[in-house]
């Protein structure tokens, strides 16, 4: 009797994880093992006994009250087969990738396609399928502005019950969906401003500085000195898009930061506000290295470049870094920093009137043309400038490698969308698409005509070439997301099995057969998708 009793005691809790974790051979279990029974399962059995004593002695908690009701979110439906759609979409949100057949298209790769046209019709996620469109743009970072917005409202509702989906809460997209449907009142503002996490006051920034720049340079001034350096840092980033000349004062406090960054951020910023005292000292200090030698015309002078010969305490104040890097020059160094804050306008005025193209086109002395010809394409490209960007990007025709300061990606940007496309499109017509990619990925999408034509050409001339596609997988796997659908019916031919030509690599005609096949099918798809998107 006393041996039962003593077997069935309660035992602490802490004592059996004790015994537990150091191991029974290590530390005798607080318990006495049955007949035939050997410690660690009496040590076990013992746990599981307690667990349940444990679990019967908790007194039932108060029922806590239910969720407020979803709020209703007007916009209308999808249609029932692109409903049918994302259900199928989101069943395979796989990382992109290959899987499957060669020949399938890659559906994880047209999801954000789906959800930005979605999007474009104003449509709303079905209820039924929020919970899984909360975990694909869980996983994947790149589809949630576009998720959160098609989720709208009721996903929002949805995230604030379930710890996985957090992410939604943190400043989701300040555009269609998931914006108040009014701006709020000067309190409201200022206690989200003040009590809302990281990621929630950066988009709260960028809808008041896109509403009222003024109010949201306010917003930030006001807590300015206690933010962290990092945080400083991109809540100064985030003024770029909306930058307007009252925000000078600011910029020019920022200046004299204690972080390093934060500094040349600001020095940025002040660069793209051509009529900025920042702006005039930096023109002041370029003038004094820069200048056109004497000449009856302008067009025939040449530039003469004589560097600075210290970094003096008011350029280090400018946001001039000292010290270059590894391999630079500091003198070098210092007049890429000066030229490239320098308004261009200032340019024509020094050189007697020159345009862009015209200055771009003078003679540099004693081998300084590649600096300054450098630190004139960042400029263009802070300073959005189409005409110096058409001026230093040249001839499409040109040999890719002709300059090595030029950054074409970076320049085209600064151009209106249909003459990029053309640009880009006369130069695969010449060079072909080794050299294409990245020039590729700055040009509007879907690509309009010749753009789109031009990379079929490119492709098919690779094609008769005989070489690998994997070569061009990159831009094949562009043309898959950004090509007109309407390209499929002429990429139809190109399925077939080619003759190979003499030299050719082996089995090459058979993968280039494979992968038309998965662009002619992608692009069908897309085709369809669009096609269910608007009712038809």
């Not at 098609?150 to 914006?179: I, M, Q, S, V």
């Not at 499109?425 to 990619?437: C, K, Q, R, T, V």
Request: with cysteine.
């Amino acid at each position: 009797m006393t041996s039962s009793s003593t077997s069935t005691a309660p035992v602490s809790w802490d004592d059996l994880v004790a015994a537990a974790l150091l191991g029974t051979e290590r530390r005798t279990p607080p318990v006495a093992p049955r007949p035939g029974q050997d410690a660690p399962s009496a040590l076990l059995d013992a746990a599981a006994l307690s667990t349940v004593r444990r679990r019967a002695g908790l007194r039932p908690a108060a029922a806590r009250p239910g969720p407020a009701p979803a709020p209703e979110d007007p916009r209308p439906p999808l249609p029932p087969a692109a409903r049918g759609r994302l259900a199928m979409l989101l069943a395979d949100r796989s990382t992109p990738g290959r899987s499957g057949p060669r020949t399938a298209p890659d559906l994880a790769e047209l999801l954000p396609q789906w959800l930005a046209l979605a999007n474009q019709h104003g449509y709303r996620a079905p209820d039924a399928l929020l919970p899984t469109l909360l975990d694909a743009a869980r996983a994947r970072t790149d589809l949630r502005p576009e998720a959160l917005t098609l989720g709208g409202p009721r996903a929002l509702w949805l995230a604030r019950l379930n710890p996985d989906w957090k992410f939604a809460l943190r400043g989701g997209p300040p555009g269609r969906g998931t914006a108040p449907a009014s701006e709020p009142g000067d309190a409201d503002l200022l206690r989200q401003w003040e009590e809302g996490l990281f990621a929630e006051r950066v988009s709260l920034l960028a809808r008041t500085r896109h509403r009222d720049p003024v109010a949201g340079l306010a917003l930030l001034s006001g807590t300015w000195s206690a933010e962290r350096a990092e945080d400083r840092l991109m809540f100064l980033d985030s003024l770029r898009d909306d930058l307007v000349p009252s925000d000078e004062p600011f910029l020019e406090q920022a200046l004299s930061d204690r972080s390093r960054n934060v500094r040349a951020t600001a020095a940025e910023l002040l660069a793209a506000l051509p009529t900025s005292a920042f702006a005039a000292r930096m023109a002041e200090r370029s003038a004094a290295c820069v200048s056109l030698s004497p000449s009856p015309s302008p067009d025939t002078g040449q530039i003469t470049v004589d560097a600075p010969a210290r970094c003096d305490s008011g350029m280090q104040r400018d946001g001039v870094v000292p010290k270059p890097p590894s391999g630079r020059g500091e003198r070098s160094w210092w007049l890429s920093q000066l030229v490239e804050a320098t308004p261009l306008t200032r340019w024509s005025e020094w050189f007697g009137g020159l345009d862009a193209d015209r200055i771009v086109a003078l003679p540099v002395a004693d081998g300084w043309k590649g600096d300054l010809h450098a630190a004139w394409c960042r400029a263009a490209v802070r300073q959005r400038s189409a005409e110096w960007s058409r001026a230093l990007l040249g001839s499409p025709g040109a040999p890719p490698a002709a300059a090595a300061w030029r950054d074409p990606a970076k320049l085209l940007s600064a151009l209106p969308a249909a003459e990029r496309a053309q640009w880009v499109a006369d130069f695969i017509a010449s060079h072909g698409l080794s050299d294409a990619f990245r020039l590729l990925g700055v040009c509007a999408v879907p690509w309009s005509e010749p753009l789109g034509g031009a990379v079929v050409d490119a492709l098919d001339i690779a094609r008769d070439a005989g070489s690998y596609p994997w070569s061009f997988s990159g831009v094949m796997g562009l043309a898959e997301r950004y090509l007109d659908p309407a390209q499929a019916d002429r990429l139809e031919v190109l399925t077939a099995l080619p003759d190979e030509p003499e030299g050719a690599a082996p089995g090459a005609g058979g993968y280039w057969s494979e992968a038309f096949q998965r662009l002619v099918g992608t692009l069908r798809l897309r085709a369809a998708m669009r096609s269910e998107l608007a009712g038809g």
